[in-house]
Protein backbone atom coordinates (compact mmCIF):
# COMPACT_ATOMS: atom_id res chain seq x y z
CA UNK A 1 0.00 0.00 0.00
CA UNK A 2 1.44 3.33 -1.13
CA UNK A 3 0.02 6.04 1.23
CA UNK A 4 0.32 10.17 0.33
CA UNK A 5 -0.12 12.73 2.43
CA UNK A 6 -0.28 16.48 1.33
CA UNK A 7 -1.23 19.94 3.48
CA UNK A 8 -2.90 21.85 0.23
CA UNK A 9 -3.28 21.29 -3.67
CA UNK A 10 -3.83 24.03 -5.76
CA UNK A 11 -7.20 23.82 -7.44
CA UNK A 12 -7.41 21.36 -10.63
CA UNK A 13 -3.38 20.28 -9.68
CA UNK A 14 -2.94 16.69 -10.03
CA UNK A 15 -0.13 14.93 -8.46
CA UNK A 16 1.39 12.24 -9.63
CA UNK A 17 3.66 9.74 -7.91
CA UNK A 18 5.56 7.12 -9.18
CA UNK A 19 6.61 3.87 -7.56
CA UNK A 20 8.50 1.01 -9.11
CA UNK A 21 8.87 -2.38 -6.85
CA UNK A 22 11.24 -4.61 -8.21
CA UNK A 23 10.59 -8.41 -7.13
CA UNK A 24 14.28 -9.97 -6.77
CA UNK A 25 15.67 -12.29 -4.38
CA UNK A 26 19.30 -10.87 -3.59
CA UNK A 27 22.00 -13.58 -3.28
CA UNK A 28 21.60 -13.65 0.24
CA UNK A 29 18.56 -13.89 0.90
CA UNK A 30 17.09 -16.60 -2.12
CA UNK A 31 16.03 -18.63 0.75
CA UNK A 32 13.52 -16.60 1.35
CA UNK A 33 12.15 -15.65 -1.62
CA UNK A 34 8.64 -15.85 -2.25
CA UNK A 35 7.26 -19.56 -3.66
CA UNK A 36 6.25 -19.32 -6.97
CA UNK A 37 2.23 -18.33 -7.77
CA UNK A 38 2.36 -16.69 -5.01
CA UNK A 39 -0.22 -13.67 -5.47
CA UNK A 40 1.11 -10.32 -4.20
CA UNK A 41 -1.69 -7.45 -3.59
CA UNK A 42 -1.15 -3.34 -3.45
CA UNK A 43 -2.88 -0.54 -2.91
CA UNK A 44 -2.39 3.04 -2.90
CA UNK A 45 -3.92 5.70 -0.29
CA UNK A 46 -3.91 9.38 -0.53
CA UNK A 47 -4.89 12.13 2.87
CA UNK A 48 -5.10 15.56 2.53
CA UNK A 49 -5.45 18.61 5.49
CA UNK A 50 -7.28 21.73 4.37
CA UNK A 51 -6.66 25.39 5.66
CA UNK A 52 -9.35 25.22 8.01
CA UNK A 53 -8.11 21.63 9.25
CA UNK A 54 -10.42 19.25 7.61
CA UNK A 55 -8.97 15.94 6.41
CA UNK A 56 -9.88 14.20 2.89
CA UNK A 57 -8.77 10.69 2.18
CA UNK A 58 -9.24 8.58 -0.77
CA UNK A 59 -8.20 5.16 -1.86
CA UNK A 60 -7.27 3.51 -5.53
CA UNK A 61 -7.86 -0.07 -6.51
CA UNK A 62 -5.97 -2.76 -5.53
CA UNK A 63 -3.36 -4.09 -7.85
CA UNK A 64 -2.26 -7.86 -7.46
CA UNK A 65 1.00 -9.56 -9.11
CA UNK A 66 1.62 -13.27 -9.30
CA UNK A 67 4.95 -14.62 -8.44
CA UNK A 68 6.70 -16.64 -11.75
CA UNK A 69 8.60 -19.98 -11.02
CA UNK A 70 12.22 -19.23 -10.89
CA UNK A 71 14.98 -22.18 -11.71
CA UNK A 72 18.31 -21.21 -9.61
CA UNK A 73 20.78 -24.44 -8.40
CA UNK A 74 24.17 -24.12 -6.84
CA UNK A 75 26.49 -27.26 -7.66
CA UNK A 76 29.29 -27.34 -4.50
CA UNK A 77 31.94 -27.49 -3.55
CA UNK A 78 33.92 -25.16 -6.15
CA UNK A 79 37.38 -25.90 -5.26
CA UNK A 80 40.66 -24.67 -6.35
CA UNK A 81 43.23 -26.41 -4.28
CA UNK A 82 43.42 -29.90 -3.06
CA UNK A 83 41.35 -30.81 -0.40
CA UNK A 84 42.10 -34.33 -0.17
CA UNK A 85 45.05 -36.91 -1.14
CA UNK A 86 44.10 -40.21 -4.10
CA UNK A 87 46.67 -42.69 -4.19
CA UNK A 88 47.50 -44.31 -7.94
CA UNK A 89 45.64 -46.75 -9.65
CA UNK A 90 42.66 -46.56 -6.17
CA UNK A 91 39.07 -46.02 -6.88
CA UNK A 92 37.58 -43.52 -5.07
CA UNK A 93 34.36 -42.06 -4.10
CA UNK A 94 33.86 -38.20 -4.34
CA UNK A 95 30.47 -36.13 -3.27
CA UNK A 96 28.95 -32.86 -4.44
CA UNK A 97 25.39 -31.48 -3.49
CA UNK A 98 22.98 -30.01 -6.10
CA UNK A 99 21.15 -27.54 -3.62
CA UNK A 100 17.50 -26.17 -5.46
CA UNK A 101 18.05 -21.91 -4.78
CA UNK A 102 14.64 -21.29 -7.00
CA UNK A 103 11.38 -20.74 -5.71
CA UNK A 104 9.66 -24.17 -7.28
CA UNK A 105 9.98 -27.59 -6.82
CA UNK A 106 12.90 -28.68 -9.20
CA UNK A 107 14.08 -32.08 -10.63
CA UNK A 108 17.99 -31.85 -12.09
CA UNK A 109 19.41 -33.13 -14.48
CA UNK A 110 23.43 -34.17 -14.63
CA UNK A 111 24.12 -32.95 -18.06
CA UNK A 112 28.57 -32.92 -17.67
CA UNK A 113 31.18 -35.25 -15.67
CA UNK A 114 34.44 -34.60 -16.42
CA UNK A 115 37.41 -36.00 -15.03
CA UNK A 116 41.41 -35.22 -15.77
CA UNK A 117 42.71 -38.02 -17.96
CA UNK A 118 44.19 -40.68 -17.22
CA UNK A 119 42.11 -40.94 -14.08
CA UNK A 120 38.22 -42.37 -15.66
CA UNK A 121 34.95 -41.82 -14.42
CA UNK A 122 33.52 -44.96 -13.56
CA UNK A 123 29.97 -44.44 -12.44
CA UNK A 124 27.82 -41.22 -11.22
CA UNK A 125 24.70 -41.97 -8.11
CA UNK A 126 22.27 -39.73 -6.31
CA UNK A 127 22.94 -40.13 -2.25
CA UNK A 128 18.96 -41.78 -2.21
CA UNK A 129 19.50 -42.30 1.50
CA UNK A 130 21.73 -39.56 2.63
CA UNK A 131 24.54 -40.87 4.16
CA UNK A 132 27.41 -39.44 1.86
CA UNK A 133 28.94 -42.43 0.96
CA UNK A 134 27.85 -45.16 -1.57
CA UNK A 135 25.35 -48.12 -0.67
CA UNK A 136 23.18 -50.22 -2.47
CA UNK A 137 19.98 -47.64 -1.63
CA UNK A 138 21.57 -45.22 -4.01
CA UNK A 139 20.46 -45.05 -7.21
CA UNK A 140 22.66 -44.79 -10.28
CA UNK A 141 22.85 -41.64 -12.78
CA UNK A 142 23.28 -41.87 -16.17
CA UNK A 143 24.50 -38.15 -18.13
CA UNK A 144 21.77 -36.10 -19.53
CA UNK A 145 19.37 -39.06 -18.89
CA UNK A 146 18.27 -40.02 -15.32
CA UNK A 147 16.60 -37.16 -13.70
CA UNK A 148 17.67 -36.69 -9.49
CA UNK A 149 14.92 -36.88 -6.69
CA UNK A 150 12.15 -33.88 -6.78
CA UNK A 151 13.79 -30.99 -4.63
CA UNK A 152 11.75 -28.55 -2.71
CA UNK A 153 13.00 -25.14 -2.50
CA UNK A 154 16.13 -24.89 -0.25
CA UNK A 155 16.64 -28.43 -0.26
CA UNK A 156 19.95 -30.85 -1.46
CA UNK A 157 20.81 -34.24 -2.55
CA UNK A 158 24.12 -35.12 -2.60
CA UNK A 159 25.31 -36.90 -5.48
CA UNK A 160 28.68 -39.31 -5.59
CA UNK A 161 30.99 -39.52 -8.45
CA UNK A 162 33.36 -42.75 -8.18
CA UNK A 163 36.70 -41.98 -10.35
CA UNK A 164 39.34 -44.92 -11.02
CA UNK A 165 42.88 -42.68 -10.49
CA UNK A 166 44.38 -45.44 -12.54
CA UNK A 167 47.89 -44.52 -13.24
CA UNK A 168 47.87 -40.87 -12.78
CA UNK A 169 51.24 -39.74 -12.01
CA UNK A 170 51.99 -38.83 -8.11
CA UNK A 171 52.58 -35.35 -7.72
CA UNK A 172 49.90 -34.30 -10.00
CA UNK A 173 45.78 -33.29 -9.94
CA UNK A 174 42.92 -35.01 -10.14
CA UNK A 175 40.14 -32.81 -10.94
CA UNK A 176 36.19 -33.61 -11.16
CA UNK A 177 33.84 -31.22 -12.61
CA UNK A 178 30.25 -31.53 -12.88
CA UNK A 179 27.47 -29.58 -14.04
CA UNK A 180 23.49 -29.78 -13.26
CA UNK A 181 20.70 -28.18 -15.00
CA UNK A 182 17.13 -27.37 -13.81
CA UNK A 183 14.43 -28.85 -15.23
CA UNK A 184 11.44 -26.30 -14.61
CA UNK A 185 9.76 -25.30 -18.31
CA UNK A 186 8.08 -23.05 -16.85
CA UNK A 187 10.55 -20.83 -15.17
CA UNK A 188 10.78 -16.97 -16.18
CA UNK A 189 14.69 -17.02 -16.59
CA UNK A 190 14.78 -20.47 -18.48
CA UNK A 191 16.83 -23.04 -17.36
CA UNK A 192 19.22 -22.58 -14.94
CA UNK A 193 22.62 -24.59 -14.47
CA UNK A 194 25.66 -25.14 -12.37
CA UNK A 195 29.24 -26.30 -12.36
CA UNK A 196 31.24 -27.98 -9.29
CA UNK A 197 34.75 -28.88 -9.16
CA UNK A 198 36.34 -30.82 -6.80
CA UNK A 199 40.29 -31.38 -6.95
CA UNK A 200 42.46 -34.13 -5.44
CA UNK A 201 46.14 -34.57 -4.92
CA UNK A 202 47.36 -37.76 -6.81
CA UNK A 203 50.16 -39.40 -4.35
CA UNK A 204 51.70 -42.64 -4.02
CA UNK A 205 49.56 -45.87 -3.16
CA UNK A 206 48.97 -46.70 0.79
CA UNK A 207 51.63 -49.23 1.10
CA UNK A 208 51.77 -51.23 4.42
CA UNK A 209 55.11 -52.62 5.70
CA UNK A 210 56.79 -53.27 8.68
CA UNK A 211 56.89 -50.18 11.20
CA UNK A 212 60.53 -49.37 10.97
CA UNK A 213 61.66 -50.54 7.75
CA UNK A 214 59.12 -49.64 4.77
CA UNK A 215 61.17 -51.83 2.64
CA UNK A 216 60.23 -55.06 4.95
CA UNK A 217 56.54 -56.17 5.10
CA UNK A 218 54.34 -55.73 8.18
CA UNK A 219 56.08 -57.51 10.91
CA UNK A 220 54.64 -60.99 12.71
CA UNK A 221 56.56 -61.89 15.29
CA UNK A 222 55.94 -64.82 18.31
CA UNK A 223 56.95 -64.05 22.01
CA UNK A 224 58.74 -60.68 20.22
CA UNK A 225 60.75 -63.09 18.22
CA UNK A 226 60.51 -64.16 14.67
CA UNK A 227 61.29 -67.75 15.53
CA UNK A 228 60.91 -69.65 19.23
CA UNK A 229 61.24 -73.09 20.18
CA UNK A 230 58.30 -74.45 22.81
CA UNK A 231 56.41 -77.15 24.16
CA UNK A 232 53.05 -78.96 23.87
CA UNK A 233 50.30 -76.64 26.10
CA UNK A 234 52.79 -73.44 26.27
CA UNK A 235 50.98 -70.53 25.54
CA UNK A 236 52.57 -68.04 22.65
CA UNK A 237 52.31 -64.30 22.73
CA UNK A 238 51.52 -63.33 18.97
CA UNK A 239 51.83 -59.37 17.46
CA UNK A 240 51.06 -58.62 13.85
CA UNK A 241 52.52 -54.65 13.14
CA UNK A 242 52.41 -52.38 10.17
CA UNK A 243 52.99 -48.80 9.35
CA UNK A 244 51.21 -46.83 5.91
CA UNK A 245 54.55 -45.91 4.51
CA UNK A 246 52.06 -44.85 1.14
CA UNK A 247 51.22 -40.87 0.54
CA UNK A 248 47.73 -41.68 1.43
CA UNK A 249 44.85 -43.27 3.75
CA UNK A 250 44.85 -46.85 3.94
CA UNK A 251 40.83 -47.76 3.23
CA UNK A 252 39.13 -51.09 4.61
CA UNK A 253 41.94 -52.81 5.94
CA UNK A 254 41.30 -56.65 6.25
CA UNK A 255 44.23 -58.48 8.24
CA UNK A 256 43.69 -61.46 8.14
CA UNK A 257 45.23 -64.27 10.38
CA UNK A 258 45.02 -68.27 10.12
CA UNK A 259 46.64 -69.99 12.45
CA UNK A 260 48.80 -73.51 11.83
CA UNK A 261 47.72 -76.57 12.54
CA UNK A 262 48.55 -77.44 16.23
CA UNK A 263 48.26 -73.63 17.56
CA UNK A 264 44.78 -72.98 18.76
CA UNK A 265 43.53 -69.50 19.52
CA UNK A 266 42.92 -68.33 23.68
CA UNK A 267 39.71 -67.02 23.14
CA UNK A 268 39.32 -63.19 24.74
CA UNK A 269 43.14 -62.54 23.99
CA UNK A 270 42.13 -60.34 20.90
CA UNK A 271 43.73 -56.43 20.97
CA UNK A 272 44.32 -54.21 18.85
CA UNK A 273 46.80 -51.57 20.02
CA UNK A 274 45.97 -51.34 24.30
CA UNK A 275 42.30 -51.86 23.50
CA UNK A 276 40.67 -55.36 23.74
CA UNK A 277 38.62 -56.80 21.29
CA UNK A 278 35.71 -59.49 21.37
CA UNK A 279 35.64 -62.54 19.41
CA UNK A 280 31.81 -61.91 17.94
CA UNK A 281 31.10 -60.25 15.05
CA UNK A 282 30.33 -57.01 16.41
CA UNK A 283 30.64 -53.29 16.35
CA UNK A 284 34.33 -53.90 17.38
CA UNK A 285 37.22 -54.30 14.54
CA UNK A 286 37.61 -57.91 15.65
CA UNK A 287 35.98 -61.50 14.92
CA UNK A 288 37.38 -64.77 15.05
CA UNK A 289 35.78 -67.32 12.36
CA UNK A 290 36.40 -71.04 11.46
CA UNK A 291 35.46 -72.07 14.56
CA UNK A 292 38.36 -69.75 16.02
CA UNK A 293 41.10 -70.92 13.63
CA UNK A 294 41.11 -67.75 11.74
CA UNK A 295 41.52 -64.09 13.11
CA UNK A 296 40.01 -60.80 11.49
CA UNK A 297 40.76 -57.47 12.16
CA UNK A 298 38.70 -54.85 9.89
CA UNK A 299 40.15 -51.40 9.86
CA UNK A 300 38.26 -48.40 8.09
CA UNK A 301 41.00 -46.14 7.27
CA UNK A 302 44.93 -45.95 8.60
CA UNK A 303 46.32 -42.58 8.03
CA UNK A 304 49.71 -42.03 6.47
CA UNK A 305 52.22 -42.86 8.48
CA UNK A 306 49.85 -44.24 11.09
CA UNK A 307 51.14 -47.70 12.82
CA UNK A 308 48.87 -50.26 13.83
CA UNK A 309 49.16 -53.50 15.93
CA UNK A 310 47.38 -56.36 16.53
CA UNK A 311 48.06 -59.13 19.82
CA UNK A 312 46.54 -62.31 20.45
CA UNK A 313 47.51 -65.51 22.73
CA UNK A 314 47.65 -69.15 21.34
CA UNK A 315 48.26 -72.16 23.01
CA UNK A 316 50.44 -75.30 21.57
CA UNK A 317 49.01 -78.51 21.32
CA UNK A 318 49.97 -82.07 21.75
CA UNK A 319 49.95 -83.29 18.49
CA UNK A 320 52.97 -81.79 17.05
CA UNK A 321 55.50 -84.01 15.79
CA UNK A 322 58.98 -82.64 17.43
CA UNK A 323 61.37 -80.77 15.25
CA UNK A 324 58.21 -79.39 13.17
CA UNK A 325 57.70 -75.45 13.13
CA UNK A 326 54.68 -74.13 13.00
CA UNK A 327 54.71 -71.30 10.77
CA UNK A 328 52.38 -68.28 10.81
CA UNK A 329 51.94 -65.99 8.05
CA UNK A 330 48.55 -62.93 8.12
CA UNK A 331 47.62 -61.41 5.48
CA UNK A 332 47.06 -57.64 5.05
CA UNK A 333 44.47 -56.22 1.84
CA UNK A 334 42.51 -53.54 1.51
CA UNK A 335 40.70 -51.09 -1.15
CA UNK A 336 43.60 -48.89 -2.40
CA UNK A 337 47.06 -51.01 -1.98
CA UNK A 338 48.38 -54.29 -3.18
CA UNK A 339 47.22 -57.40 -0.71
CA UNK A 340 50.75 -58.41 1.03
CA UNK A 341 51.69 -61.24 3.57
CA UNK A 342 53.30 -60.15 6.93
CA UNK A 343 57.14 -61.90 7.80
CA UNK A 344 56.72 -65.35 9.27
CA UNK A 345 56.40 -66.04 13.10
CA UNK A 346 57.47 -69.77 13.75
CA UNK A 347 56.84 -71.67 17.16
CA UNK A 348 59.50 -74.55 16.42
CA UNK A 349 57.66 -77.58 19.08
CA UNK A 350 60.72 -79.54 20.91
CA UNK A 351 63.08 -78.63 18.09
CA UNK A 352 65.26 -82.03 19.02
CA UNK A 353 65.76 -86.16 18.78
CA UNK A 354 66.48 -88.38 21.53
CA UNK A 355 69.28 -91.13 21.21
CA UNK A 356 67.66 -93.51 23.06
CA UNK A 357 68.45 -97.54 23.97
CA UNK A 358 66.62 -99.21 21.07
CA UNK A 359 65.01 -101.80 23.16
CA UNK A 360 63.64 -99.49 25.78
CA UNK A 361 60.87 -97.91 24.17
CA UNK A 362 62.45 -94.49 24.50
CA UNK A 363 62.44 -95.05 28.47
CA UNK A 364 66.52 -95.69 28.64
CA UNK A 365 68.14 -91.77 26.81
CA UNK A 366 71.60 -92.35 25.98
CA UNK A 367 74.09 -89.67 27.17
CA UNK A 368 77.58 -89.19 26.20
CA UNK A 369 76.78 -90.36 22.62
CA UNK A 370 78.27 -88.36 19.91
CA UNK A 371 76.38 -87.23 17.21
CA UNK A 372 78.24 -85.92 13.42
CA UNK A 373 75.76 -84.28 10.80
CA UNK A 374 78.45 -85.98 8.25
CA UNK A 375 78.97 -84.63 4.35
CA UNK A 376 79.66 -88.18 2.69
CA UNK A 377 79.09 -91.99 3.89
CA UNK A 378 82.64 -92.75 3.80
CA UNK A 379 84.19 -90.12 5.81
CA UNK A 380 84.31 -88.10 9.35
CA UNK A 381 84.20 -84.96 7.34
CA UNK A 382 81.27 -83.36 9.56
CA UNK A 383 78.75 -80.44 7.40
CA UNK A 384 80.10 -77.17 8.31
CA UNK A 385 76.98 -75.83 10.81
CA UNK A 386 76.41 -71.76 10.70
CA UNK A 387 77.07 -70.78 14.68
CA UNK A 388 74.46 -69.69 17.14
CA UNK A 389 71.51 -70.51 14.54
CA UNK A 390 70.87 -73.64 16.84
CA UNK A 391 67.50 -74.79 18.99
CA UNK A 392 67.81 -76.51 22.37
CA UNK A 393 69.57 -78.17 23.80
CA UNK A 394 72.42 -77.25 20.86
CA UNK A 395 71.60 -73.31 20.94
CA UNK A 396 75.63 -73.00 19.50
CA UNK A 397 74.84 -75.56 16.45
CA UNK A 398 78.14 -77.22 17.12
CA UNK A 399 79.08 -79.99 15.10
CA UNK A 400 79.50 -83.02 16.44
CA UNK A 401 77.25 -82.94 19.30
CA UNK A 402 77.62 -84.70 22.50
CA UNK A 403 74.42 -86.03 23.97
CA UNK A 404 73.79 -85.23 27.93
CA UNK A 405 71.21 -86.26 30.16
CA UNK A 406 68.11 -86.79 28.32
CA UNK A 407 70.01 -88.14 25.10
CA UNK A 408 68.83 -85.06 23.16
CA UNK A 409 70.81 -83.47 20.38
CA UNK A 410 69.83 -81.26 17.54
CA UNK A 411 71.46 -79.26 14.28
CA UNK A 412 70.17 -76.53 12.75
CA UNK A 413 70.13 -76.25 8.93
CA UNK A 414 71.16 -72.31 6.88
CA UNK A 415 68.29 -72.06 3.77
CA UNK A 416 71.62 -72.50 1.57
CA UNK A 417 71.98 -76.12 3.12
CA UNK A 418 68.56 -77.15 2.39
CA UNK A 419 69.11 -78.23 -1.35
CA UNK A 420 66.52 -77.60 -4.14
CA UNK A 421 63.16 -79.61 -4.90
CA UNK A 422 64.71 -81.55 -7.73
CA UNK A 423 67.91 -81.79 -6.43
CA UNK A 424 67.77 -82.86 -2.50
CA UNK A 425 71.23 -82.13 -0.28
CA UNK A 426 72.04 -85.50 1.20
CA UNK A 427 73.44 -85.81 4.87
CA UNK A 428 74.64 -88.67 7.29
CA UNK A 429 74.13 -88.73 10.58
CA UNK A 430 76.41 -90.89 12.85
CA UNK A 431 75.73 -91.94 16.75
CA UNK A 432 78.86 -93.49 18.72
CA UNK A 433 78.21 -94.33 22.34
CA UNK A 434 79.98 -96.34 24.72
CA UNK A 435 78.69 -99.89 24.96
CA UNK A 436 75.93 -99.44 21.75
CA UNK A 437 76.49 -100.41 18.16
CA UNK A 438 77.70 -97.81 15.85
CA UNK A 439 74.98 -96.10 13.98
CA UNK A 440 75.05 -94.49 10.31
CA UNK A 441 71.83 -93.05 8.87
CA UNK A 442 71.21 -90.65 5.47
CA UNK A 443 69.52 -88.12 5.87
CA UNK A 444 68.06 -86.74 2.98
CA UNK A 445 66.27 -83.07 2.53
CA UNK A 446 64.49 -80.88 0.27
CA UNK A 447 63.43 -77.13 0.72
CA UNK A 448 59.52 -76.64 1.61
CA UNK A 449 57.43 -73.65 2.20
CA UNK A 450 58.34 -70.98 5.20
CA UNK A 451 61.93 -72.15 5.36
CA UNK A 452 60.78 -75.14 6.52
CA UNK A 453 62.35 -78.70 5.10
CA UNK A 454 60.91 -82.05 4.43
CA UNK A 455 63.40 -85.23 5.17
CA UNK A 456 64.20 -88.60 4.56
CA UNK A 457 65.65 -91.26 6.92
CA UNK A 458 67.35 -94.09 5.71
CA UNK A 459 69.46 -96.85 8.17
CA UNK A 460 72.38 -97.78 6.37
CA UNK A 461 73.57 -100.09 8.85
CA UNK A 462 71.51 -102.77 9.03
CA UNK A 463 69.80 -101.85 12.31
CA UNK A 464 65.86 -100.09 12.90
CA UNK A 465 65.03 -96.75 13.38
CA UNK A 466 62.35 -94.85 15.08
CA UNK A 467 58.88 -93.80 13.77
CA UNK A 468 58.42 -90.01 13.28
CA UNK A 469 57.85 -88.61 16.77
CA UNK A 470 57.95 -92.03 18.38
CA UNK A 471 60.20 -94.67 19.98
CA UNK A 472 58.34 -97.49 18.14
CA UNK A 473 61.08 -99.65 16.05
CA UNK A 474 60.73 -99.73 11.96
CA UNK A 475 62.57 -101.31 9.56
CA UNK A 476 61.49 -98.51 6.73
CA UNK A 477 62.60 -95.52 6.40
CA UNK A 478 61.00 -92.74 7.82
CA UNK A 479 59.81 -89.72 6.66
CA UNK A 480 59.61 -86.11 8.10
CA UNK A 481 57.74 -83.05 7.16
CA UNK A 482 57.74 -79.65 7.86
CA UNK A 483 61.10 -79.53 9.67
CA UNK A 484 62.84 -76.87 11.35
CA UNK A 485 65.45 -78.64 13.00
CA UNK A 486 67.64 -82.26 12.42
CA UNK A 487 65.48 -83.87 14.86
CA UNK A 488 64.61 -87.23 15.05
CA UNK A 489 64.72 -90.48 17.70
CA UNK A 490 67.53 -92.39 16.99
CA UNK A 491 67.42 -95.69 18.89
CA UNK A 492 70.79 -97.36 19.45
CA UNK A 493 71.36 -100.85 20.32
CA UNK A 494 74.02 -102.97 22.67
CA UNK A 495 77.01 -103.98 21.09
CA UNK A 496 76.48 -107.99 23.19
CA UNK A 497 72.47 -108.31 24.18
CA UNK A 498 72.52 -111.62 25.58
CA UNK A 499 75.27 -113.66 27.58
CA UNK A 500 74.94 -117.32 28.43
CA UNK A 501 76.72 -119.21 30.59
CA UNK A 502 76.57 -123.56 31.39
CA UNK A 503 77.41 -125.08 34.78
CA UNK A 504 77.52 -128.87 35.77
CA UNK A 505 77.34 -130.10 39.74
CA UNK A 506 80.23 -132.65 39.09
CA UNK A 507 83.58 -132.40 37.33
CA UNK A 508 83.82 -136.28 36.88
CA UNK A 509 80.94 -138.54 35.97
CA UNK A 510 81.36 -142.73 35.40
CA UNK A 511 79.03 -144.83 32.86
CA UNK A 512 75.59 -144.31 34.94
CA UNK A 513 76.23 -141.32 36.59
CA UNK A 514 73.43 -138.65 36.81
CA UNK A 515 74.50 -135.30 35.82
CA UNK A 516 72.48 -132.02 36.62
CA UNK A 517 73.28 -129.19 34.21
CA UNK A 518 72.41 -125.26 34.53
CA UNK A 519 72.20 -122.83 31.94
CA UNK A 520 72.07 -119.23 32.60
CA UNK A 521 71.05 -116.73 29.71
CA UNK A 522 70.91 -113.24 30.95
CA UNK A 523 69.08 -110.05 28.84
CA UNK A 524 71.51 -107.22 29.07
CA UNK A 525 69.68 -104.58 26.88
CA UNK A 526 67.23 -102.04 28.48
CA UNK A 527 64.50 -103.85 26.49
CA UNK A 528 62.41 -107.06 26.00
CA UNK A 529 63.76 -109.96 23.99
CA UNK A 530 61.76 -111.65 22.54
CA UNK A 531 61.59 -115.57 20.70
CA UNK A 532 64.64 -117.11 22.36
CA UNK A 533 65.81 -120.27 21.64
CA UNK A 534 68.35 -122.21 23.56
CA UNK A 535 70.47 -125.30 21.49
CA UNK A 536 72.30 -127.69 23.52
CA UNK A 537 74.44 -130.49 22.16
CA UNK A 538 75.05 -133.03 24.63
CA UNK A 539 78.36 -134.83 24.41
CA UNK A 540 78.33 -138.23 22.93
CA UNK A 541 77.38 -141.04 24.98
CA UNK A 542 75.20 -138.50 27.01
CA UNK A 543 71.87 -138.85 26.90
CA UNK A 544 68.63 -136.42 28.39
CA UNK A 545 66.56 -137.63 31.31
CA UNK A 546 62.63 -137.01 30.05
CA UNK A 547 60.82 -134.75 32.27
CA UNK A 548 63.75 -133.16 34.19
CA UNK A 549 64.53 -129.98 32.22
CA UNK A 550 62.77 -126.72 34.37
CA UNK A 551 62.66 -123.30 33.81
CA UNK A 552 62.57 -120.61 36.43
CA UNK A 553 62.78 -116.54 35.12
CA UNK A 554 63.85 -113.97 37.38
CA UNK A 555 61.78 -114.33 40.49
CA UNK A 556 59.29 -116.59 39.02
CA UNK A 557 58.33 -120.20 40.55
CA UNK A 558 60.40 -123.01 38.98
CA UNK A 559 58.63 -124.80 36.27
CA UNK A 560 58.91 -127.85 34.06
CA UNK A 561 60.14 -127.17 30.58
CA UNK A 562 60.18 -129.92 27.93
CA UNK A 563 63.04 -129.37 25.05
CA UNK A 564 62.78 -130.66 21.17
CA UNK A 565 64.83 -133.54 21.03
CA UNK A 566 66.53 -134.48 17.87
CA UNK A 567 69.31 -137.26 19.16
CA UNK A 568 71.74 -135.35 21.20
CA UNK A 569 70.39 -132.25 20.50
CA UNK A 570 68.13 -130.42 22.96
CA UNK A 571 66.18 -127.16 22.00
CA UNK A 572 64.32 -124.86 24.65
CA UNK A 573 62.18 -122.31 23.43
CA UNK A 574 61.56 -119.68 26.27
CA UNK A 575 59.58 -116.75 26.79
CA UNK A 576 60.08 -113.07 26.53
CA UNK A 577 62.83 -111.99 28.87
Known amino acids: ?35 ADTVLSNRAESTYRDGEGNEYGTVSPTVTVTVRPVAALNVTPDETEPSASVAQNERAARLFRV ?65 DVNDAAAGTRLTVRLTARSNVTS ?69 ADDLPAGIDYVAGSLRLGNRALTDAPDADEGRTANNSRRLEVRISEVRAGEVVTLHFRARVTG ?5 TGAVNVATVSGDNFESTGTSA ?50 EPNENPYVTRHGGTFSFALSPAQLGAPSSPAVYYLSVAAPGYRRRLIEFTVRPGALGLYTATARALDEQQLAVAGGYALTESEVALENL ?85 TLTFRLPAL
Open 484 to 568: ASVALNIPVFELQSLEIAKTADQQRAEIGDVVNYRVEVRNTTQGALRDLVVTDQLPVSFHYAPGTATLRVGADEQRRLDPDVAGN
Open 319 to 323: GITPG
Open 187 to 255: AANGAASDDGTIINAVGESARLTDPSNPALPPLKLVNERPRVTTAPSEQLDYSVAFRNSGAVIARNVLL
Open 345 to 394: ATAVVNPFGVVFAGRSGGATQVAGARVSLLTAQTTDAPLQTVPDIGFTPN
Open 1 to 35: MLTVAANRFAPAALALVSAIALLVAPAAARRQAAP
Open 99 to 163: CNNGNTPDLYTLTRAEVSAPSALHSLHFDTDNTGTLTDADTAAAVNATLSPRLAPGACVGVIAVV
